[in-house]
Nanobody
Framework: QVQFVESGGGLVQPGGSLRLSCVAS????????IGWYRQAPGKEREGVSC????????YYADSVKGRFTISRDNAKNTVYLQMNSLKPEDTAAYYC???????????????????WGKGTLVTVSS
């Protein structure tokens, strides 16, 4: 059973930074993709970023390019999302997700993944 434990959310002022962590377990395939998604109150879910565990290819939503960086530590089964220059519109619940299929990163960001974490809340406010 694939599981995720997310951490790192909290309250930050505009322009500040946060780093989210996602510890993954239970993948049976050597090839999988892990991503971060967010959902703000009253809005649809948005794919933020994802990374392949095998070759490290990364994908980003246009709304976060240049501000967010996704990375992985395979030895720790952990994926990170470094979020800089945060804006109030980044406020949302952030979810870690994973998938063992072979879709592209852009596909995953648009359509989602098979396995989901419970989320961590990020609030950007002064």
């Amino acid at each position: 059973q694939v599981q995720f434990v997310e951490s790192g959310g909290g309250l930050v002022q505009p322009g500040g930074s946060l780093r989210l962590s996602c510890v993954a377990s239970g993948f049976t395939s050597a090839y999988y993709t892990i991503g971060w998604y967010r959902q703000a109150p009253g809005k649809e879910r948005e794919g933020v970023s994802c990374i392949s565990n095998s070759d490290g290819m990364t994908y980003y939503a246009d709304s976060v390019k240049g501000r967010f960086t996704i990375s992985r530590d395979n030895a720790k089964n952990t994926v990170y999302l470094q979020m800089n220059s945060l804006k109030p519109e980044d406020t949302a619940a952030y979810y870690c997700a994973g998938d063992e299929n072979y879709y592209t990163g852009d596909w995953y960001l648009r359509y989602g993944m098979d396995h989901w974490g419970k989320g961590t809340l990020v609030t950007v406010s002064s």
